[in-house]
């Protein structure tokens, strides 16, 4: 049973340009949230996305957007990068209620220079 | 708004000893989730236990176990037998359950512990 698949590992891109994360949930779940996780410090939430829809956000920019699939994938876009957007983000599955706790991927790295 | 708090950025312990990680949190919620999370140098946040506060029994997973406080808004891991793979970052967070379309995970800090062989 395959867990959270995010792609990919690790990415550098310059200031101003434009990336897309993606993320495969655990079997079974049906929601996906994105974290960032700067160097040193605890994750910190941007959105939840269930039934295709961002059901809620985080103290994030419009800068950063998603989308999640009909198969419950999801993408995380960031545009015009800054280098504070340089970090760890993760992304987590669950079942809708998220009760019995999220179930994370192992992150993609960026890099903004 | 709901905060966490982990007070030790750091900790030691020697392999086989008890060791003890310390949250706190603030909230005027009655019913919540709380959970301690494992970091590991591979990155991947892995969940190692979860707490229902309307439940007055403390939690264990095998060698963790939870001393949940409510009323003190307490919420320590105690790692027994502690073994060379538990080096990580341990997080704790917190999650309220009548929230509607807020299930968010709020977290702490982080306690980074090393084991010592």
């Known amino acids: 049973d395959a867990g959270v698949t995010q792609s990919p590992t690790h990415l550098i891109k310059t200031r101003g340009q434009q990336v897309t994360l993606r993320c495969s949930p655990k079997?079974?779940?049906?929601?996906v949230s994105w974290y960032q996780q700067a160097l040193g410090q605890g994750p910190q939430f941007i959105f939840q996305?269930?039934?295709?829809?961002?059901?809620q956000r985080g103290n994030f920019p419009d800068r950063f957007s998603g989308h999640q699939f009909p198969n419950y994938s999801s993408e995380l876009n960031v545009n015009a990068l800054l280098l504070g957007d340089s970090a760890l983000y993760l992304c987590?599955?669950?079942?809708?209620?998220?009760?019995?706790?999220?179930?994370f991927g192992s992150g993609t790295r960026l890099t903004v220079v | 708004a709901q905060t966490v708090t982990q007070s030790q950025p750091e900790m030691s312990v020697q392999e086989a000893e008890t060791v003890t990680l310390s949250c706190t949190y603030d909230?005027?919620?009655?019913?919540?989730?709380l959970f301690w999370y494992k970091q590991p140098p591979s990155r991947q946040m892995i969940l190692v236990i979860r707490?229902?506060?309307?439940k007055q029994q403390n939690a264990t997973e095998n060698r963790f176990s939870v001393n949940f406080q409510k009323a003190a808004k307490s919420f320590s891991l105690k790692i027994s037998d502690s073994q060379l793979g538990d080096t990580a970052m341990y997080f704790c967070?917190?999650?309220?359950?009548?929230?509607?379309?807020?299930?968010?995970?709020?977290w702490g800090l982080g306690t980074s512990l090393a084991v010592n062989p």
């Open positions: 987590a599955s669950s079942l809708r209620l998220g009760q019995y706790g999220y179930t």
């Open positions: 079997s079974g779940h049906d929601t």
């Open positions: 996305y269930y039934e295709e829809e961002e059901r």
């Open positions: 909230t005027s919620e009655n019913n919540y989730y």
């Open positions: 707490q229902e506060a309307y």
């Open positions: 967070a917190f999650m309220r359950v009548h929230a509607g379309n807020n299930r968010k995970l709020i």
